[in-house]
């Protein structure tokens, strides 16, 4: 299925799966894997709440493009047992539950490789995904990969940096489907005073290539960024900031802690007009 | 062990930078364009007459090339077997071979009008090295340490803060050298535009395992000469210890033609045969991608990296250089392991017999060394890659050969 973004500018919401916060519920008995109807609970709210895209983080023990946030949260779903079938799972019932939302599996390439990667395209076909993004996978290694991503149907998204040529914007705007993941500036994940200017640029250096919908990521983490992204993109990506909400919340108090939250990234406007 | 992924659907390998299916680039997209750059960098250096014209006699004048083949001769009739010979490349400057490298990228990072310098270290000896080249060029460095490397190895802590480096404390995974190489990646995707990265040994992705197997090249060519000097023929083995595995590509790479010349690497035993007891990632590990190239890596059943262990911190580290993965798998080089237990007993058996204390890293291969030198004849001939000196390493020595200091009367 096609990614939609419903409203401008759309939001995509980035949840490391298996993360709870500090205080987890007692898990399921070993044996059965890990218990990720945290994540679930919080997928639906940040659903109902706006979000267009989920982006579903598979844990890595070695996350090197994310910030301290998404580290820690990738340790504790690692201490909760967090594997990528689990991820895979959760994904099957979130599409079950909201037919018409984005969901995009976000990995490092190693989980993929060890699960292998057409049993993995089979079974993020099968979940009802419609996106894959691996942050270690660049346009020149990725031919088999996209070969598999077509066979079952499903989008390739690419990265682009603000340090990223001409020639590699056109190549990976060319090899992306569902739509681009523009960085908005060099460096790691994590939250920022200012979108860069870098980021309106990369854009504008992207749709030279592609018609495909360009989603800002890194560091949006206020309505103000999502109001700034709207004026270039057509979507914003939330990831470090949802995440550190979710590490100050208890199990319980996460939904509606990224619900109030995602609903008020769109309020920019209102406010500034007090 | 079998590939984590079937032929048909493999990774691409018609990229530069592969060895077999091993190597390539697998990282944020942000360092692309740096790869490249450095690549194209790196591609003019090695044409270049000046260049290496200057890093010919920075070697030769600095770090003190060409180093000594010492035939050691008590251990020889020590151990009864084989005539053994050791590359001395503890006597360079700085006590190890990470200085070849470190000059070799120094020298391309000031070409490239870089001035900010980062790096990671285990063992420190990289750190070193690079703290060294940085002084020596008028250079910014700032070095990533695990917290446990930098408890285990504080005398070169104290080294690079007194050239001038800035050493910075990792604290995250195993504070190791592969958590140490996670954070000098985030440096360089945040600082990308004006800050050049020394990777330290020949791994990461493409150009960096074949960028410093070339600085390292010139171990295996000088042993190649001479033991043709000394012995008129080529030694029956060479061996030498396997962390990222820079300093065993840089003496295999002369021999590798010389199909009679046997290549042993030796990876870290650790303690045990456990996931996490050891760093012997042809033994323990499979196929996999870390830090951008693919290579053996020890991970669990889910694709995680799994922590390591070794005595010694330049070889504790879970993934190998993508050219090692590639000479294990068509066979053209050995790797074996050895544990912490006969690396101390082998760093004991050189210190008495010849007055040689090793690296533990190098202590590898030394160990290696004794427990085959026995099974081979005399006119066999083995050299080992002496690659770096002890001195930093006496705390933990200390400690687990109960010798007594000062306090200790």
Redesign the interface.
Known sequence: MAIQFQQHPGLVVYLTAGDAGLQPKTSKPQGTGADLSATREIALAAIDAGADVIELGVPFSDPLADGPVIQRASERALARGTRLIDVLALAADLRKARPGAGLVIFSYLNPILSYGLARFADAAAAAGVDGVLLTDMIVEEAAEYIAEMKRVNLSPIFLAAPTSPDERLQAIASHSRGFIYAISRTGITGRQQNIASDAAQLVGRIRRWTKLPIAVGFGISNADHVAQVADFADAAVIGSAIVELIEQSTEEQAPGAVARFIKGLRQFHAVQAL | MAS???P?????HS?PGRFGVYG???????????LEELEQAYEAAKADPEFQAELADLLMNFAGRVTPLYFAKRLTEDLGGAKIYLKREDLLHTGAHKINNALGQGLLARRMGKKRIIAETGAGQHGVATATVCALLGMDCIVYMGEEDIRRQELNVLRMRLLGAEVRPVS??SKTL?DA??EA??DW?????DTYYILGSALGPHPYPTMVRDFNRVIGIEIREQILQKEGRLPTAVIACVGGGSNAIGAFHAFLEDKDVRLIGVEAGGRGKGLGEHAARFDGGR??????TYSY?L?D??????LTHSVSAGLDYASVGPEHAALHDCGRAEYVSADDKHVLEAVVKLARSEGILPALESAHAVAECIRIAPTMAHHDILVVNLSGRGDKDMGILARELNIKGASGL
């Open positions: 984590a992924i079937s048909e659907t493999s990774i691409h990229t390539g680039r697998y990282v944020p997209e942000t360092l692309m364009a740096a995250s995974g592969k190489v996670n990646l985030r995707v945040t600082n990308v535009r196929p996999g991608v870390l830090q951008g890596v991970q059943e889910n694709g995680q990296v799994s």
